[in-house]
């Protein structure tokens, strides 16, 4: 061995094991186990407590909880699967979960790039962890057959595929068709719909809602006028230089977008254009992120309960998980307009 190889061993930090701990503390490894996960109550003295925790701090001892928890044959991790990762809404959907599978539990996130589902495969390779359960957001029948996975499953956002497993689900219809109704009762016509590329089934719902409603109030939409990008301020804003000429000259005065970021796009490409909001466009999305409230104007967008979603059904995750009944399988949040400025003169 040559001196540089000798030099990278030596600075190579060693893994701290419990029976170094033990051994600094002058206790038992199964001591040093106790107190690490806190199951001292009537079986350790507070002097070897005190012992065990200076040596701990002393040696920089991390409990191995994933290793310990697969020995006994299950994780505590939870598997959150969700596509496209760069929607902002999934920050509150995953502060929700977090949030209802408190302490005990360690979340980890398998998610693809813009545009893009979870791949089966994918997914399968991380069972190799042994999570004590999984949720998988925005799902596609395809994709759940071929997960094929045992173990407690909840899906979030996943219409039509209840079927699969336990759910809970955004009624983002209702929302949709407040929009349509009320963009027709300000007297818009023609209007455009700039959807996402991601192909998931809560983006068909909402643009054949509103479109559905929208026709039955009278108004418009020629399929032209529904570009389609990645949920990205920059690419919405883009899609949206390319079409206004095109809009102005068929007569729309309001586009719907499927996210508010979208939205976030067509506004800051409408200011560069001169483009008057609302005045010559009404601009309106979905999520009601909370930007939504503070850009100039304020962006009429339909809400959907981000975090309560990812609460609910880590809540529903966390009960199968602990071997307990769900008085619900399946559940249902609702969804409401709030209306700003970007669609009504009137609001702030």
């Known amino acids: 061995m040559d001196s540089g190889e000798q030099v990278q061993q030596r600075a190579r930090p060693r893994r701290v094991t419990a029976a170094m701990v033990a051994a600094r503390a002058g206790v038992s490894v199964a001591t040093v186990s106790l107190v690490a996960n806190g199951k001292t109550a009537g079986r350790v003295s507070e002097d070897n407590i005190a012992r065990v925790t200076e040596a701990i701090a002393e040696l920089g001892y991390v409990v191995d909880g994933i290793g310990s928890s697969l020995a006994k044959g299950v994780s505590s991790i939870v598997i959150l699967v969700a596509p496209d990762i760069s929607n902002p809404f999934f920050a509150k959907v995953i502060g929700g979960v977090r949030e209802s599978l408190g302490p005990n539990y360690q979340l980890l996130l398998s998610v693809t790039d813009s545009g893009e589902f979870p791949k089966a495969t994918d997914v399968r390779k991380l069972m190799s962890l042994r999570p004590a359960g999984l ?31 336990p759910a809970v689900n955004l009624d983002v219809a209702q929302g949709a068709r407040e929009l349509a109704a009320h963009l027709a009762e300000a007297g818009h016509r023609r209007v455009a719909y700039l959807d996402s590329v991601t192909g998931t089934e809560t983006f068909r719902i909402r643009r054949e809602a509103f479109l559905a409603e929208a026709a039955e109030r009278g108004m418009s939409l020629d399929p032209d006028h529904m570009p389609a990008t990645t949920i990205d301020v920059g690419a919405a804003a883009a899609a949206f230089a390319g079409a206004w000429q095109g809009w102005q000259r068929a007569g729309v005065t309001a586009v719907v977008c499927a996210t508010d970021t979208h939205a976030y796009g067509v506004l800051q490409e409408a200011r560069v254009a001169g483009v008057r909001i609302p005045a010559e466009l009404a601009v309106a999305g979905f999520d009601d992120l909370p930007y939504s409230a503070t850009s100039s104007p304020g962006l009429t967008s339909v809400h959907l309960p981000a975090a309560n979603l990812g609460l609910k059904a880590g809540e529903q995750l966390r009960r199968l998980m602990e071997g307990q009944a769900l008085e619900q399988e399946q559940l249902v949040l609702g969804s409401s307009l709030v209306v700003r400025g970007s669609t009504s003169a009137g609001e702030t």
Request: no cysteine; net charge negative; proline share 10%.
């Open 135 to 165: 949720l998988v957001d925005a799902p596609n029948a395809g994709f759940l057959a071929d997960l094929s996975v045992a173990g407690p499953l909840v899906l979030l956002d996943a219409p039509g595929l209840e079927s699969f497993a």
